[in-house]
């Protein structure tokens, strides 16, 4: 920890509890920028000292929205859910939308293939081999719930009972 410009020794001291209490936080698993600002508002640190303490854990390279937003997307994909939930997530952690973008565009992902791997983990084949209007609006509501488009969703459904057809 390096100094910090401070008017008195409690502001120094301040400052060396909320980097601490900062310190103890990532260690658990990364944060946004957002999330540690709100947990120390919630300790009652004061503001200026909040945003020193966050400007110097970037400046440490402790915190990184990019690091924290790749590290939730990949956990996020793996759990098999959609770009539109990633990016939502992301969003509530208090990522920037121009973060999130390069994020989610640099997985290169085919997200019609997310789905069916997802649909596959949730559904038997019989449930996906029918073809009511009822099934069919339950896995699409499905697919929508874990974030992706209708489109991606259809897409999907008919991927899964193309190679439902080819295995018989």
């Given at each position: 920890?390096?100094?910090?410009?401070?008017?008195?020794?409690?502001?120094?001291?301040?400052?060396?509890?909320?980097?601490?209490?900062?310190v103890?936080?990532?260690?658990?698993?990364?944060?946004?920028?957002?999330?540690?600002?709100?947990?120390?508002?919630?300790?009652?640190?004061?503001?200026?000292?909040?945003?020193?303490?966050?400007?110097?854990?970037?400046?440490?390279g402790?915190?990184?929205?990019?690091?924290?937003?790749?590290?939730?997307?990949?956990?996020?994909?793996?759990?098999?859910?959609?770009?539109?939930?990633?990016?939502?997530?992301?969003?509530?952690?208090?990522?920037?939308?121009?973060i999130?973008?390069?994020?989610?565009?640099?997985?290169?992902?085919?997200?019609?293939?997310?789905?069916?791997?997802?649909l596959?983990?949730?559904?038997?084949?019989?449930e996906?081999?029918?073809?009511s209007?009822r099934?069919?609006g339950?896995?699409?509501?499905?697919?929508?719930?874990?974030?992706?488009?209708?489109?991606?969703?259809?897409?999907a459904?008919d991927?899964?009972?193309?190679?439902?057809?080819?295995?018989?």
């Open positions: 920890m390096s100094a910090v410009m401070v008017q008195n020794p409690e502001d120094a001291e301040t400052f060396r509890q909320a980097y601490l209490k900062a103890k936080l990532l260690v658990t698993r990364e944060h946004s920028r957002m999330e540690i600002e709100t947990k120390l508002a919630k300790r009652d640190v004061p503001s200026d000292v909040i945003d020193a303490v966050v400007e110097q854990l970037h400046r440490e402790y915190q990184c929205d990019v690091r924290f937003a790749t590290l939730l997307t990949e956990q996020r994909l793996r759990k098999g859910f959609g770009p539109m939930s990633i990016r939502a997530k992301l969003h509530e952690r208090g990522v920037d939308r121009a999130i973008s390069e994020v989610i565009d640099e997985l290169d992902t085919d997200w019609v293939a997310q789905a069916v791997e997802a596959q983990s949730r559904f038997n084949p019989s996906l081999a029918d073809k209007q099934q069919r339950r896995v699409a509501r499905f697919l929508q719930s874990r974030g992706f488009s209708p489109s991606i969703a259809h897409r459904l991927n899964c009972l193309n190679g439902l057809l080819d295995e018989t």
